[in-house]
């Protein structure tokens, strides 16, 4: 069965500080897609990227960036240089391809950020 | 822009009660989703539904029914609602793919109490 775990239940920075949330999966499917959603203080979830089993190149999207490892089971979102705005829950989640209306997130992170 | 609305963002209600949770999407999505959020626990699914009038049941499906007579509603039910359904639900929706899976879209919740 598939299972996502995020350790970390809250996490406080202060500004400009760089952050590493941490996001382990099992699942055994070969053929699989990893997702992190932010959820602010409105209560939306927002999606912020998806990725699937075979491409393991980091991606990088302004202060964002992800890396995604197969060997470690593991899809790590990185802020850098953190602002206020980015104080949130984040959430993981993993969804394998052949059953693919059952999306399984992890318990998220909550994320802090001062000034 | 996807845009998923909720009826209400926040709703009490007392034990026993039936209460509806009506959900809207205006991207043609087939698919719609209902989970709940609790501390600790992250999105737990419901119930979801890939077409008009078709459902499938979630991992906590138990005290709760659905219906979807259009394709862009998703209603939620709590037959007699209990202390225990106090909770954050949360209504998502996204296209339906063949060994993919699409991100999804929510809307802002509603936050239930039932007293």
């Known amino acids: 069965a598939q299972k996502v775990t995020q350790a970390q239940t809250e996490i406080s920075v202060v500004e400009k500080e760089d952050v590493t949330l941490d996001c382990v999966y099992e699942t055994r499917d070969t053929t699989y897609y990893l997702f992190w959603y932010k959820q602010p203080p409105s209560g939306e979830l927002v999606f912020l990227i998806r990725?699937?089993?075979?491409?393991?190149q980091n991606e990088i999207s302004g202060r964002y960036s992800w890396n995604f490892q197969k060997s470690t089971s593991s899809f790590n979102f990185t802020i850098t240089a953190s602002q206020v705005v980015d104080s949130a829950v984040y959430f993981c989640?993993?969804?394998?391809?052949?059953?693919?209306?059952?999306?399984?997130f992890g318990a998220g992170t909550r994320l802090t950020v001062k000034p | 822009d996807v845009k998923v609305t909720q009826s209400s963002r926040y709703l009490v209600k007392r034990t026993g009660e039936k209460v509806f949770l009506e959900c809207v999407q205006d991207?043609?999505?087939?698919?719609m989703f209902w989970y709940r959020q609790d501390p600790g626990l992250g999105l737990r699914l419901i119930y979801f539904?890939?077409?008009?009038?078709?459902?499938e049941k979630g991992d906590i499906p138990e005290g709760y029914s659905v219906s979807r007579e259009k394709k862009e509603r998703f209603s939620l039910i709590l037959e007699s609602a209990s202390t225990n359904q106090t909770s954050m639900y949360l209504c998502?929706?996204?296209?339906?793919?063949?060994?993919?899976?699409?991100?999804?879209?929510f809307g802002p919740g509603t936050r239930l109490t039932v007293t």
């Open positions: 989640a993993l969804s394998e391809a052949y059953n693919n209306n059952d999306m399984r």
């Open positions: 998502a929706s996204s296209l339906i793919g063949r060994a993919l899976t699409y991100e999804q879209y």
């Open positions: 990725r699937n089993s075979f491409d393991e």
């Open positions: 991207m043609d999505h087939e698919n």
């Open positions: 539904s890939y077409d008009v009038k078709m459902k």
